[in-house]
């Protein structure tokens, strides 16, 4: 049995390298730190129809993962639902502190790219377009999901506000009309 080692990872590096090592091994071990590491990934687990043994350690938590009957673990190929468009308003998730409210929103970005259904489409406006400009750390994670056919798109009006239209380094810019009609011609819109 192969253990893996997600102690002092930030979420949601745990859940997304037991993913990526069920995905190969039927069986695993993994060593985690107490508290939302353990819980979210004996939730993960658990939820997919595998057996979570836990035990606990010095360091922490080792929980023992093994396929159930119906486990499964398989994600789809990344596909983007063409009647979902995110819109992502600010270069932060929530209501919180600054900081928080950046991370959450790395931490969706990076986590998007692991979600089976991608959307068609994401619109940046407001100080969302700065996650899309030179400086932003998400640029990677920006390119990886315009590979996969995502559309990247950016408010002209709000980077000439900013002053970083010539800093625009991920997708191409938009404007309101093209805007409005993308979000009235959508089925689903996920406002961030």
């Not at 396929?67 to 596909?79: L, V, Y």
Request: hydrophobic content about 40%; proline content about 3%.
């Amino acid at each position: 049995m192969d253990t893996i080692d997600c102690r002092n990872m930030a979420c949601p590096a745990p859940v997304i390298s037991v993913k990526k090592a069920l995905e190969n091994l039927g069986e695993i071990r993994v060593l985690l730190d107490d508290g939302a590491p353990r819980e979210n990934v004996a939730r993960f687990a658990g939820n997919r129809g595998f057996t979570v043994l836990e035990e606990q350690s010095d360091n922490g938590w080792a929980l023992t993962i093994t396929a159930g009957t119906g486990a499964n673990i398989k994600s789809t190929p990344a596909s983007n639902s063409g009647d979902v468009v995110f819109l992502i308003t600010s270069d932060r998730l929530g209501d919180g502190p600054d900081e928080l409210g950046r991370l959450l929103m790395k931490n969706f970005i990076h986590s998007l790219l692991d979600a089976g259904d991608l959307p068609s489409r994401m619109i940046f406006i407001n100080s969302g377009v700065k996650l899309t400009t030179e400086g932003s750390d998400l640029l990677e994670a920006l390119g990886k999901l315009a590979g996969t056919g995502v559309e990247i798109k950016s408010c002209g009006l709000c980077l000439d506000y900013f002053g970083i239209k010539d800093k625009l380094l991920s997708g191409s810019t938009t404007n309101m009309l093209t805007t409005v009609e993308t979000l009235l011609s959508n089925e689903r819109v996920i406002r961030l």
